[in-house]
């Protein structure tokens, strides 16, 4: 490996990568540190509950990671009262001060795969001047496609992103679940699922089909296996019907049948929905399920998407006419938030149910401080779930999408 500019150093980190094992990676990013002038650099990913962030495993602690299935004796920081979570949080790099002689300056750079958050990389190095960092903050992107494009087949990375065993019903859960955030310079959409390690039945869907984005969220009955099973076969049909070319009633109808046919007897809501990111349509069916809540100048429109609600999908020998599809048009800046009702069956700390209004009001608590939306929805769920004796009762699932056109 030569050590003559950048360009280089980012090309054969390249061509390293794609015969490269997962718990390669840090010693990867530690030779390409080196050669860009740095004393060391680390990665550290956020966990799934995106409340900790996590060194990636030296091949040593790779095989006790393995073997004993805890990353106990991997570094970790908070994400709340950290700087590397500031950087996390902000998605800007974050410099210590160096306070002595001949001490290394230390810099967290957030690392983001296209829009979505992935953790964050830790740099060391005299002095840490802006063109070095301009180098760090490209390595980094490249290292986090890489980190993204390994972890859907390491069984090293996602068990140093999971803080505890996962049950079953949850482990196939996410094996079908997207990336929690995609999006555009046009749009953005973010998800989060809890409880993340014995989630049920609830799921989500965002995809980009051109310049339209696809949003699901479904709901099956019950909180068990067959519950996650159910899911599992919807979303499926919906893949499977748009990929064909199918519109949001057609995909309705296949969820029904599919229903019927394979698991009958298994209630399903949900809302389907497709927001055109040039003009702003937002169009959307709902077979049961509370309705989308409209986020206009970090406040909520109340009643705006309220409409009446179709019979949920999967009642076996009622004959359902075609759900109704509703539209709407957005401002720039507007937000989207669907969620499932165990979010406002969420309970506080002196037992009261949250609701409507007070998961409204929460919501504007949490995007008071005009945050990226994936940032956002991060406190948000925090503020619904770390309720002192105050268990989530139901999956809590909440899919939050923000229109931002450019022009």
Not at 281 to 288: M, V
Not at 326 to 347: N, S, Y
Not at 349 to 371: I, N
Request: glycine share 8%; with cysteine.
């Amino acid at each position: 490996m030569r050590d003559d500019g950048l360009g280089p150093v980012l090309a054969d980190v390249l061509a390293a990568s794609h015969r490269l094992a997962p718990r390669e990676i840090p010693e990867l990013v530690h030779q390409a540190a080196r050669r860009l002038g740095l004393t060391d650099a680390r990665i550290y990913v956020a966990d799934l509950q995106q409340r900790e962030l996590v060194a990636l495993p030296t091949p040593e602690q790779a095989e006790r990671l393995i073997a004993e299935g805890s990353i106990a004796d991997l570094d970790t920081l908070p994400i709340d009262s950290s700087l590397a979570g500031r950087a996390y949080r902000t998605e800007t790099a974050q410099l210590t001060r160096c306070d002595s002689d001949g001490e290394d300056r230390t810099g967290w750079i957030p690392l983001v795969d296209g829009i979505g958050r992935v953790g964050v990389v830790r740099v060391a190095a005299p002095e840490l001047d802006p063109p070095l960092l301009d180098r760090c903050e490209a390595l980094a992107g490249l290292f986090a496609m890489i980190v993204a494009t390994k972890r859907p087949y390491s069984d090293v990375l996602a068990q140093t992103v999971r803080t505890r065993a996962m049950s079953l019903q949850a482990e196939l859960q996410w094996a079908f679940m997207p990336p929690r955030t995609i999006g555009t310079a046009d749009v953005t959409s973010s998800a989060v699922l809890e409880p993340a390690y014995d989630v049920g039945g609830d799921a989500y869907d965002h995809s980009l089909v051109g310049r339209i984005l696809h949003l699901t969220l479904l709901d099956a009955m019950g909180h068990d296996l067959a519950s996650g099973g159910c899911s599992a076969v919807a979303l499926a049909a919906c893949r499977s019907t748009r990929r064909a070319g199918g519109d949001l009633g057609d995909i309705a109808e296949q969820i029904d049948r599919t229903l019927e046919r394979w698991i009958p007897d298994r209630l399903l809501t949900c809302v389907i929905a497709e927001l055109d990111t040039l003009s702003g349509r937002l169009s959307w069916i709902n077979c049961g399920h509370p309705p989308p809540l409209l986020i206009r100048d970090r406040r909520i429109v109340s009643g705006t998407l309220e409409r009446p609600s179709h019979l949920p999908l999967g009642l076996t020998g009622y004959p359902t006419p075609r759900p109704p599809v509703h539209t709407a048009h957005l401002q720039p800046g507007d937000r989207i938030l669907l969620f499932t009702d165990g979010v406002t069956e969420a309970r506080s700390a002196t037992g009261d149910l949250l609701g409507e209004d007070r998961l409204a009001d929460t919501v504007v608590r949490a995007m008071a401080d005009g945050l990226p939306a994936p940032e956002a929805l991060r406190r948000l769920i925090q503020q619904i779930t770390d309720q002192p004796g105050q268990p989530l009762r139901d999956d809590a699932t909440i899919l939050l999408t923000e229109w931002h056109p450019r022009r």
